[in-house]
């Protein structure tokens, strides 16, 4: 029959309650023509299954199979999975585990058995070796054989995404709860619990044995049987849904770091005892190295770390006070290749490491405070290039030793931070931001230095910054010596004080350096003020004697006093500072002007003494010094009508004069003369200043 045979076997699941056409009751047998397509598909199903048995146990014995013969083997199974009730598919999935089973316990088990009662270690493993390879070569052929029988029996193991919509919709979803596998997963299960668990005992003391074995004698000829039988136990657990590596961890790996670490655990005691601890570092990095290579050889990748791991608790953290116990001597003597040992044995053990970057940081502190001597009785420069030395030399030792090292590197740093942080006890704040700035000071001005010499010194004395703390410290000191030298214009480079400007700009920011570009706009837009002055006001007669320039600085941005000190201007300057005032507020209007005269800084030649001489000093010590263009000898009297300055800047002023030796003081002290008798070495001199400052300089005030 069949139409009652299609519709039975289709997936439609139709109700018995229907009526279809040739499914009547045959009273007259007794029986339901139902019965009698179950009991006719019954007998189907053992032709075909004895079919399908014949062509299983010849792939598992590996014989050759005709592949007409296999096609239809194909098709039987085909016609079970789709024409068959789900009871027939259901029942020749178990025939075929049972199969499985049958083979299994005659086949392997026993000749397993006796390759253990008679046989070696090597004898066992091979005879595991050949059925395991026989048995898995046909599982992939049946596997592929009952393709179809798969898919009939084993359920998706997630939810479709086709699926999802039956769940808000409250439409029930199939049952996905079935345990049924694939047959070649179904073939491996049976292998683990039928073949290996029963050995498991005779083949884990195998396997170590003959690993040990390698170990002492570095035998490598039993190298490929048991990388086999270790890929074995990885497959029968290597499926989608399966315990991960259950089998092998259970049978090798657990035992395998076990019987490691004891092993490490007693040649670590023996080596304590015969070596210094340089040596046993060495020994150390040794064994790693080997039981590494032996492990990439034999287990599974997800093993290495842990073998790894187990050697370092043995011989490295159980014996972690025997190697620290000479270290800091190994930093202090620059043993370089013990250092970089120690490093390697080290770096996994957290403690470990961290006492030795201590014992490191403690050293690169020890130099550093000889760099900087004690009290920071040092010149600004060998502070600095100290310093840098010691970055320098520590930060290629953390490269070479410690493989650059971010943990290392930075107790360099917190070495060098402490140092240059330290508090003087002869003042309030670090001087060391003070010496930094000086040394800067010095590099930048005019000289003879190379320039590319002195960018490198920079370089390194912005390095030295990035350590203080106080920065705004140094900020206040270095403000100040560039203003000198730009209002003087002393500095080496306009090019080169830019450049350290933004190298202060990227180690603090625009904040912190906004001033000092202020500063330098300031000097450069002066320069074009004057320009356009003299194109207004040519003052050829006065040009003619000698030339100026006048500085226009911001107010609030430099850091000088804006206060002046009353006097007198001298009658030959006169003329240029009304007619600038008359430019500048043509050119601004709004805009106001401070004239800071005490800080100019003037040229004169002293022609009273037999060789000229060019003398450099303020706008007050000229005007005392005008004091004498028609006669000799001047009471101070006279000089504070002349000068028009009070008592106490006239004294001090008068007293750098004298110091000089262009002024003389007489018997009175109240008399000054010109010291006809001076006669500098050098040509041009500089008269000290009664304030800290010598500029010749507007402030602008908006």
């Keep these: ?26 009273k007259s047998l007794g029986m339901s023509e139902d019965k009698m397509d179950l009991y006719s598909m019954d007998e189907r199903f053992e032709e075909r299954w004895q079919r399908i048995q014949v062509i299983l146990m010849d792939i598992l014995a590996q014989k050759e199979i005709h592949r007409r013969v296999w096609n239809e083997r194909f098709s039987d199974v085909y016609d079970i999975t789709v024409n068959f009730p789900q009871a027939f598919v259901d029942r020749l999935y178990e025939n075929i585990r049972a199969l499985f089973g049958g083979h299994i316990q005659r086949h392997v088990v026993c000749s397993l058995q006796k390759s253990l009662t008679y046989g070696a270690n090597v004898q066992l493993l091979d005879a595991y070796l050949q059925h395991w390879n026989s048995f898995y070569e046909a599982l992939k052929f049946i596997n592929k054989l009952v393709m179809h029988l798969n898919s009939a ?32 997963e179904l073939g491996c299960q049976m292998w683990a619990s039928d073949v290996v668990m029963p050995l498991r005992e005779d083949m884990t003391r195998m396997l170590l044995d003959l690993i040990q074995r390698d170990r002492e004698h570095h035998d490598l000829a039993y190298t490929d049987p048991i990388r086999a039988v270790v890929a074995s136990l990885v497959a029968v657990d290597e499926f989608k849904g399966r315990s991960m590596l259950k089998t092998y961890k259970e049978i090798f790996e657990t035992p395998y770091i076990q019987a490691t670490g004891e092993n490490y655990r007693l040649e670590a005691s023996k080596f304590v005892n015969e070596t210094t601890c340089s040596g046993y570092v060495e020994k150390v990095l040794n064994r790693l190295n080997e039981e590494d290579f032996r492990a990439r050889r034999l287990c599974h990748t997800s093993t290495l770390d842990k073998v790894k791991a187990e050697i370092q608790a043995r011989m490295v953290n159980d014996r972690l006070a025997f190697i620290l116990q000479d270290s800091r001597m190994v930093i202090e003597e620059r043993r370089q290749q013990d250092l970089c040992n120690l490093y390697a044995v080290l770096r996994p053990s957290s403690e470990g490491i961290n006492t030795l970057r201590l014992h490191f940081t403690s050293f690169v502190e020890e130099k550093a405070r000889e760099a900087v001597g004690s009290n920071y009785a040092i010149e600004p420069q060998d502070l600095v290039e100290n310093l840098v030395k010691i970055l320098a030399r520590f930060d290629e030792m953390v490269t070479q030793v410690f493989s650059s090292d971010p943990m290392f590197r930075k107790a360099v740093e917190d070495a060098i931070r402490i140092v240059i942080n330290q508090q003087s006890g002869a003042t309030s704040f670090f001087v060391s931001a003070e010496l930094i700035a000086r040394y800067c000071d010095t590099l930048l001005r005019k000289s003879s230095k190379n320039l590319t ?73 002066s320069q074009g003020m004057m320009d356009k002055f003299f194109e207004k006001f040519p003052l050829k007669q006065f040009r003619a004697k000698c030339d100026v320039f006048i500085n226009i600085l911001t107010s609030g941005v430099w850091p000088i006093p804006t206060f002046d000190i009353p006097m007198k201007l001298p009658v030959i300057l006169q003329p240029v500072i009304d007619n600038f005032n008359t430019f500048y507020h043509s050119e601004y209007s709004g805009r106001r002007l401070t004239w800071i005269f005490q800080l ?10 037999k060789r000229p001489v060019m003398a450099t000093m303020n706008a007050q010590q000229l005007a005392i010094c005008l004091a004498f263009s028609d006669t000799d000898t001047v009471s101070l009297s006279e000089m504070k009508e002349v000068t028009g300055m009070a008592d106490e800047y006239l004294e001090t002023n008068v007293d750098c004069l004298v110091s000089a030796g262009i002024l003389r003081r007489q018997e009175s002290a109240s008399i000054l003369s010109l010291n006809m008798e001076y006669a500098p070495k050098k040509p041009r001199i500089k008269i000290l200043a009664p304030v800290s400052s010598q500029y010749f300089l507007v402030v602008i005030i908006f």
């Design 1 to 26: 029959m069949p139409l009652c045979f299609d519709l039975w076997r289709s997936r439609s699941r139709i109700s018995s309650s229907m009526n279809v056409p040739g499914m009547g009751m045959d």
């Design 153 to 184: 029996v084993v359920r998706p193991a997630k939810i479709n995404d086709s699926e999802f919509p039956m769940i808000h919709l409250g439409i029930s979803l199939p049952d996905y709860s079935n345990e049924k596998i694939e047959v070649l």
């Design 453 to 525: 010499e002195v960018e490198e010194k920079l370089d390194g004395a912005i390095k030295v910054f990035r350590f203080l703390d106080d920065k705004d410290v140094f900020q206040r000191f270095y403000s100040r010596m560039m203003a000198k030298r730009l209002i003087n214009k002393q500095f080496i480079s306009a090019d080169v004080e830019t450049q350290v400007v933004n190298k202060l700009r990227d180690a603090c920011g625009c904040d912190y350096t906004g001033k000092l570009m202020r500063m330098q706009r300031d000097i450069n837009s």
């Design 600 to 609: 100019g800084s003037v040229d004169v030649r002293l022609s009273f003494v």
